[in-house]
């Protein structure tokens, strides 16, 4: 059975995962207001990996609505450290603090994806990993920020690992693809499972 497979997202860091897996989905990102779906769960008690899914649902369902007859791959990621959700920073100021935050600890990455089709949810996974930063210097961290430049905003934790992020960390648990945002190897089998990928 040939599905037509949308990716709701406008991430480059997924569409890429994608491309380089063999697999072509036509980026068509939903346009819900994140932080509008997120907000009636932080009173819930919601745990990270939960709020990954919530968000990785409402997006694929919101595609899925206006793309009848496609399987709409929805995906998302929470950053968690101790009991703090990270977000994208805004600026560099921000991503400034985000990384004197990390410096040292070890957080979390909850990177959820789930298939929708027909405007609902049809299966759903979460993978989880977790990075340890080494301690960082102010002077460090304003160094790493000047060269890897305004590409750290599209990253919930100021940093990709497939780029000069790598060089903060001290030690990686989990899998690059949860560490990217998408987790790969269940997408795939899930999406053989439905005939979805090309022999």
């Not at 997120?38 to 009173?43: M, V």
């Amino acid at each position: 059975m040939n599905h037509d497979l949308v990716l709701a997202s406008g991430s480059r860091h997924r569409q890429a995962l994608l491309m380089q897996a063999g697999i072509r989905a036509e980026a068509d990102p939903s346009t819900l207001d994140e932080r509008l779906v997120e907000a009636p769960l932080k009173d819930s008690g919601a745990t990270p990996d939960e709020v990954a899914l919530v968000l990785a649902e409402a997006k694929a369902v919101d595609v899925s609505e206006r793309r009848p007859g496609a399987l709409v791959i929805g995906a998302d990621q929470v950053l968690s450290i101790g009991d703090e959700v990270l977000h994208k920073p805004a600026d560099m100021e921000a991503a400034r603090r985000t990384l004197l935050k990390l410096s040292g600890r070890t957080h979390h990455l909850d990177s959820a994806v789930v298939l929708a089709e027909g405007g609902a949810a049809v299966w759903r996974h979460v993978s989880r990993a977790s990075i340890t930063f080494r301690d960082l210097t102010p002077a460090e961290i304003g160094r790493y920020l000047a060269a890897a430049g305004d590409g750290v905003l599209t990253s919930v934790g100021a940093y990709q690992v497939e780029g000069r992020g790598l060089q903060l960390m001290e030690r990686i648990e989990g899998d690059l693809f949860t560490i990217i945002g998408l987790p790969m190897l269940p997408l795939i089998r899930e999406l053989r499972a439905r005939g979805a990928l090309d022999a």
